[in-house]
Nanobody, 115 residues
Framework: VQLQASGGGLVQAGGSLRLSCVAS??????MGWFRQAPGKEREFVAN????????SYAGSVKGRFTISRDNAKNTVYLQMNSLKPEDTAVYYC???????????WGQGTQVTVSS
């Protein structure tokens, strides 16, 4: 099983980026995004169920980020709009089959937002 994240980059504040994460090897019930800024602990950003219903977001990104998934492509996306410098972090995709801890993690993709 592998999770391959992509789409990170450098963007100015107020800009947008879309992250993608392709899962290979199996289909997961829940896929999500986390991020880790320098000197900080990894934090939850958003997740989504296989049905596409009931996405959850961290308060700091609600209204600016949108998570979605394409089950045919086994891919989860994170559309990030109105980016702020405090969104700068390495973003990781993760996946799990049910409740509990995430079982699989991608390699991370760097997002840098300049002011």
């Amino acid at each position: 099983v592998q999770l391959q994240a992509s789409g990170g980059g450098l963007v100015q504040a107020g800009g947008s980026l879309r992250l993608s994460c392709v899962a290979s090897g199996r289909t997961f019930s829940v896929m999500g995004w986390f991020r880790q800024a320098p000197g900080k602990e990894r934090e939850f950003v958003a997740n989504i169920f296989r049905s596409g219903v009931g996405a959850s977001y961290a308060g700091s990104v609600k209204g600016r980020f949108t998570i979605s998934r394409d089950n045919a492509k086994n891919t989860v996306y994170l559309q990030m709009n109105s980016l702020k410098p405090e969104d700068t972090a390495v973003y990781y995709c993760a996946a799990k089959m049910g409740t509990g801890e995430y079982d699989y993690w991608g390699q991370g993709t760097q997002v840098t937002v300049s002011s």
